[in-house]
């Protein structure tokens, strides 16, 4: 099975940084594109940033443009999301997501169960 | 960026109903949209991809069809379980976008 586990979530005042990882078993993670997808607390999904699989391709989101980084280790089957200059609109639920393409960003076709970022 | 937008926001309907959901794209993207389902405190989880093709696990009530810039997802008989929200997203542009979500409720 799938198995997808976010962690580096907590507490950030305005301004500050964090980094997410996601480390991922039960399938070829080398193989499979990832996401990062949020959801601010009561609202709904919002597109965040994704990377192919051998790095050559990477997309953000407008709203965190030159603000955050994706990037992925294959050899240790792990996600990272570095997120700077942080805001209150940063608030959210960060799940790590797979795709079933390598190349394609398309089908978010397995989700982890999230890790909480708070900005305040 | 494509706008997707869903409707109704949210439906309350009851056990055995069928269940019908909008999302509308701002442009034409063909057959590039999927649908999740997003239980309370829940993961989202994929259940229709490329507009109409069932994931696999995911029982027979739903379904999806449409291109262009119209979709639907139908329950055909409305379950207990179905309480959800439920969210379309294209992927026929960068950046990928989601509709803002159907909230589904037993009456």
């Keep these: ?120 | 960026d494509i706008q997707m937008t869903q409707s109704p926001s949210s439906l309350s309907a009851s056990v055995g109903d069928r269940v019908t959901i909008s999302c509308q794209a701002s442009q034409d993207i063909s057959s590039y949209l999927n649908w999740y389902q997003q239980k309370p405190g829940k993961a989202p989880k994929l259940l229709i991809y490329d507009a109409s093709n069932l994931e696999t696990g995911v029982p027979s009530r739903f379904s999806g069809r449409g291109s262009g810039t119209d979709f639907t997802i139908t329950i055909s008989s409305l379950q207990p379980e179905d309480v959800a929200i439920y969210y379309c997203q294209q992927y026929d542009f960068l950046p990928l976008t989601f509709g803002g979500g159907t909230k589904v409720e037993i009456k």
């Design chain 1, 1 to 120: 099975d799938v198995h997808l586990v976010e962690s580096g979530g907590g507490l950030v005042q305005p301004g500050g940084s964090l980094s997410l990882s996601c480390s991922a078993s039960g399938f070829d993670f080398a193989s499979h594109a990832m996401h990062w997808v949020r959801q601010a607390p009561g609202r709904g999904l919002q597109y965040v940033s994704s990377i192919t699989i051998d790095v050559t391709s990477t997309n953000y989101a407008d709203s965190v443009k030159d603000r955050f980084t994706i990037s992925r280790d294959n050899s240790r089957n792990t996600l990272f999301l570095h997120m700077n200059s942080l805001g209150p609109d940063d608030t959210a639920v960060y799940y790590c997501v797979k795709d079933r393409e390598p190349y394609n960003w398309k089908y978010f076709d397995s989700w982890g169960q999230g890790t909480l970022v708070i900005v305040s």
